[in-house]
């Protein structure tokens, strides 16, 4: 299995919450594989809100391959889409990560970015090692929500935030 290496890649975590900022800011295209077509999934919820929020949503599952998702074409392969990839977001088991972190470097994809409760850490050496961008166990809808607002979209109240007890 061959690591290809950006020219000049410089090696970075964004473990902090800035880089994680930072990242949103400057990436719009979001290759999301394991994007399930079942509205009840947080991969469908999450690509929803992303969409919704102006990132170009790209579906990629080999299930639904050919088909029409969110009004996209769905890919069987991150190395089938036919255009520049910013973020690859996996919705997969943290044992497929390195095999997706491979596919992510061979695309040219600028961010690995794993799920909440998808963890990886040869994935994650492999894809700072190419000089992408990494972050496991997060959740990108709940990043951008919380970065920009949003949470509301989840069913939470998010008026004025307070302490006090409202009386009456």
């Known amino acids: 299995m061959s690591h290809a290496v950006r020219p000049n890649a410089t090696i ?18 979001i290759a999301m594989v394991g994007l399930s077509a079942d509205p009840m999934r947080p991969s469908h919820f999450a690509a929803i809100y992303m969409q919704s929020e102006g990132y170009d949503i790209i579906p990629v599952n080999p299930r639904y391959a050919g088909q029409k998702l969110l009004g996209q074409t769905v890919y069987a392969s ?3 889409i036919p255009h520049p990839v910013d973020i690859v977001d996996v919705f997969r ?25 998808v963890e990886n850490e040869e994935a994650g050496r492999m894809a700072r090692a190419a000089g992408l961008d990494f972050v496991e166990d997060r959740c990108v809808k709940i990043e951008h929500a ?23």
């Not at 390195?98 to 909440?116: E, F, K, T």
């Open 12 to 29: 970075r975590a964004p473990s902090g919450a800035l880089e994680r900022l930072r990242i949103l800011q400057e990436n719009r295209s």
């Open 78 to 80: 991150l190395e089938e």
């Open 93 to 117: 088991k943290s044992s497929e990560t390195p095999a997706v972190a491979q596919s992510a470097i061979d695309i040219g994809a600028r961010v690995l970015w794993l799920q909440l409760g």
């Open 146 to 168: 919380r970065f920009f607002g949003g949470l509301n979209l989840v069913g939470m109240n998010t008026g004025v935030v307070t302490a006090r007890r409202k009386i009456g």
